[in-house]
């Protein structure tokens, strides 16, 4: 399974960035994705969650409102919307993969590398 991320930048507080996370080498459609973002120093966090055919989601509550998790199975790739970006959440994010089809927080066993996203205040 691979997973590749890219998207990230550097923005201003208050801007917006769409993170896109293309998969191959397994069944994409039957399988939930999720991102993750790690701050220098900090543990890794779960950001947001999808099931297999994008009717459940799940996001991590500093991000409800403002970050939205999408994805295009005939494209093989998740999305993840940011807006009103703040300074807080600059971090590696990264794509991940569960080996079964409902959203979740854990239970990922496959990690794309990740892009990196710089909020300045």
């Known amino acids: 399974v691979q997973l590749q991320a890219f998207g990230g930048g550097l923005v201003q507080a208050g801007g917006s960035l769409r993170l896109s996370c293309v998969a191959s080498g397994r069944i994409f459609s039957l399988n939930a994705m999720g991102w993750f973002r790690q701050a220098p120093g900090k543990e890794r966090e779960f950001v947001a969650g999808?099931?297999?055919?994008?009717?459940?989601?799940a996001y991590e509550d500093s991000v409800k409102g403002r970050f939205t998790i999408s994805r295009d199975n005939a494209k093989n790739t998740v999305y993840l919307q940011m807006n009103s970006l703040k300074p807080e959440d600059t971090a590696v994010y990264s794509c991940?993969?569960?080996?079964?089809?409902?959203?979740?927080?854990?239970?990922?066993?496959?990690w794309g590398q990740g892009t990196q996203v710089t909020v300045s205040s």
């Open positions: 991940a993969t569960r080996p079964v089809p409902g959203v979740g927080v854990g239970q990922y066993d496959y």
């Open positions: 999808i099931s297999w055919n994008g009717g459940n989601t």
